[in-house]
């Protein structure tokens, strides 16, 4: 010690405050070495005190001669890799977990969030303190429950839980080994390749900065292990499978480094390019996105100023021929001298927009069509506000497609028409046929379907979304405005891609601060729509819940549906990459109808593949007679086509009617025109 320390009362109270830890080690078998701060202090000693010191060490060493000292253990050579290694023993730990209540803490989760959120409402306001139970905290209860599942499973074998460990474990040192080995020069391949499909690391700093790779793989190696633990986990039902994977892949989109500026080499790049204005322009963005949303975050996925309903988007000419509560009905102006005497109705899904057939001169099924000589109606739904509450599948029906059906009539003198409907226009169409067959209405000679679900078994990514406690939430968020908020919907078709479609632009918009860019597809795909109370919980119990169409169950006006009475030729189109309307699903509900059944696989997605013009020459689509034994035996036997099916179609639509007649203006002269396509409805932003 050093004569001015002797004199501080702070360095007085912190030597003895040490030397009652020294003294409580001293306790202990084990032999404390002095640090490298006691060795200088004890250099620095005046002589006085160096040589009182040295009496003192002789003593000791005298002691600790005459003490036995304690036999040395031997370590036990390590086992070789992989071999003779002992098995992992049981985490006390973790047996503890498994008695946890699962439900208890769910239950705790969902109302943790919903405090949090009244906590926000009474900072900022704009969120509804009143309610039971959020439908957020209803997902992060069902998010517990799911994956609590999944660790009850590995957690009640604790051994079990230990070797997925000691697998990440090993996979973990593996990856930081090969970066050691890097950082002193050596160039070795890593452990986790790159994917060049993934464009969050792209960049080619991921690969060549040591640093950043090692990020790179250990995240994604952690992800592939989470989800090859829900995948492995046995005894879960499907269902409960589905959601785990679902949130697990959620998860791991939202943790990614990608997301944040820090682990983002990129983002870093940008920001100290920008000097941080990148920073400030996305936080403008991020501001003016939530205010778009009323409170909640509207991500921008397109340039919305470049595009104008009418003009650069559903601008095939026409004009609206009918309006009531929950449709205008739309007439395209032929460009055909001869037209097909039997009219063609479309009937759109009701989630989106209408005009996703109609997108610009190049994609739209719409001026195509009538470029072959059809006279095309098309349904635009309204965008429905508190007042269409009830407005359930019945009025759907009744004042949609069967009045749709009158008014075509009255435009053409046509009784018999042919129907087409897309997704939920789809299943709409369906139900209404077979509620036309059994009250012996016949006036569609012909269907077509896009994409549609009959039989909801096997319903694909948006079936997560669907059971009792989201229904009750949902039910209860809808009772106070009377519909669904277009973004909900909207927000749920974003989380089956998390990557795509969420995190790809919450880092390009808010982080890099770059406008995106104008694209017709996703301006479409963020114009959302409402949906009434009564169709959308109609929608999800009767048809996602419950199944009651493919069942023989449902009932319309007190008629029970039956697509067995069905006999109308049908032409279904299903998409080999479909989540929402998986093949499968589709396939499967094309047995149900009582009638000649013509199916056809399409390439890519819900919307690329469907919206296949030939002018593009994309994708390719398979033929192969009636959807007969298992779907991928089908497929097996089925002919490849290069290019659309558009063609395909119109052969076989054409066939059955190919009577021609002059073509006909929209009203045919007998109703009055109320307004150009694409009408007012289409108009109403949701």
């Known amino acids: 010690m050093s004569a001015n320390q002797d004199q501080d009362p702070a360095a007085n109270r912190k030597r003895g405050a040490t030397a009652e830890k020294v003294s409580a080690l001293g306790k202990s078998d084990t032999p404390v070495k002095p640090s490298r701060k006691a060795k200088s ?83 900022i306001g704009g969120v509804n303190p009143d309610e039971a139970r959020s439908e957020l905290a209803a997902n992060v209860a069902d998010a517990t429950k799911t994956l609590g599942a999944v660790a009850e499973y590995w957690l009640s074998k604790p051994e ?87 949130y697990t892949r959620l998860i791991s989109s939202a943790i990614s480094p990608s997301n944040f500026v820090p682990t983002n080499p990129e983002l870093l790049r940008a920001t100290m390019d920008a000097k941080g204005e990148n920073l400030v322009r996305g936080l403008k963005m991020l501001a003016e996105d ?29 004009k609206v021929i009918w309006r009531n509560d929950v449709m205008e009905l739309i007439q395209y102006e032929p460009t055909t001298a001869e037209v097909y005497a039997r009219p063609l109705l479309i009937t759109p899904p009701w989630i989106n927009k209408f005009y996703v057939l109609d997108l610009n001169p190049e994609k739209s099924f719409v001026r195509w069509a009538v470029e072959q000589g059809f006279t095309v109606f098309i349904i635009s739904w309204v965008n429905p506000d508190e007042t269409k509450a009830a407005k359930g599948f019945e009025a759907y029906m009744h004042e949609g497609v069967l009045t749709a059906l009158d008014v075509i009539e009255k435009a053409t003198g046509e009784r018999k028409v042919t129907a087409a409907g897309y997704c939920v226009g789809g299943t709409l169409l369906a139900l209404t046929l077979a509620y036309m067959a059994a009250t012996g209405d016949d006036r569609i000679d012909s269907v077509t379907l896009f994409a549609t679900q009959v039989d909801f078994s096997d319903a694909g990514d948006l079936q997560i979304f669907v059971d009792e406690a989201r229904l009750a939430a949902l039910d209860e968020s809808m ?46 795909n963020s114009d959302s729509t409402r949906i009434p109370r009564a169709n959308h919980s109609f ?8 199944n009651r169409l493919a069942r023989g169950e449902m009932v319309i006006d007190d008629v029970r549906l039956n697509l067995r009475q069905v006999k109308a030729p049908v032409f279904e189109i299903a998409t080999r990459e479909d989540h929402i309307a998986p093949a499968q699903s589709v396939f499967r509900g094309a047995r149900f109808f009582g009638g000649d059944v013509t199916f056809v696989l399409g390439g890519s997605g819900h919307i ?79």
């Open 290 to 318: 939530i205010s778009a949303g009323g409170g909640v975050l509207k991500i921008r996925q397109s340039a919305d100023q470049k595009f104008e309903l009418g003009v650069d988007m559903a601008n095939t000419p026409g």
């Open 608 to 686: 690329a593949g469907i919206i296949n013009p030939p002018s593009k020459d994309k994708y390719q689509y398979w033929t192969g007679g009636p959807a007969k034994g298992a779907f991928e035996e089908w497929i097996k036997k089925a002919k490849e086509t290069k290019g659309s099916w558009w063609p395909h179609w119109l052969g076989w639509v054409t066939a059955q009617a190919p009577k021609k007649v002059p073509a006909r203006q929209p009203g045919g002269g007998k109703l009055k025109i109320i307004c150009d396509a694409p009408g007012e409805y289409v108009r109403v932003r949701g």
């Open 41 to 123: 202090e004890a250099k620095s000693e005046p002589k006085s005190e160096a040589k009182s010191g040295a009496k003192n060490k002789a003593k000791k060493k005298t002691a600790a001669k005459s003490t036995p000292s304690a036999p040395k253990q031997e370590a036990s050579p390590a086992p070789p890799n992989g071999a003779g290694a002992p098995a992992p023993r049981p985490n006390p730990n973790l047996e503890k977990f498994v008695q946890l209540d699962i439900e208890a803490i769910a239950d705790n989760m969902a109302q943790l969030v919903d405090q949090g959120r009244k906590a926000l409402a009474a900072a």
């Open 160 to 246: 079990r839980a230990a070797v997925a460990q000691a697998d990440l474990y090993k996979g973990l040192s593996e990856i930081w080994r090969q970066t050691l080995r890097r950082y002193s020069g050596e160039d070795v391949a890593p452990i986790v390749p790159s994917d060049r499909a993934d464009k969050r690391f792209s960049g080619p700093e991921w690969n060549e900065n040591p640093f950043f790779d090692w990020l790179r793989q250990s995240y994604l190696l952690a992800s592939r292990w989470a989800g090859d633990m829900v995948e492995s986990a046995e005894g879960l039902d499907p269902q409960t499978k589905a959601r785990a994977v679902f």
């Open 479 to 524: 009772a106070r405005t009377g519909y669904l908020e277009g973004y909900k919907m909207a927000n749920a078709f974003n989380m089956l891609r998390p990557n795509e479609l969420i995190w790809n632009y919450v880092v390009n918009n808010y982080m890099k601060g770059v406008e995106p860019a104008a694209f017709d597809l996703l301006y479409w």
């Open 539 to 546: 929608y999800l119990r009767s048809c996602y819940l419950e």
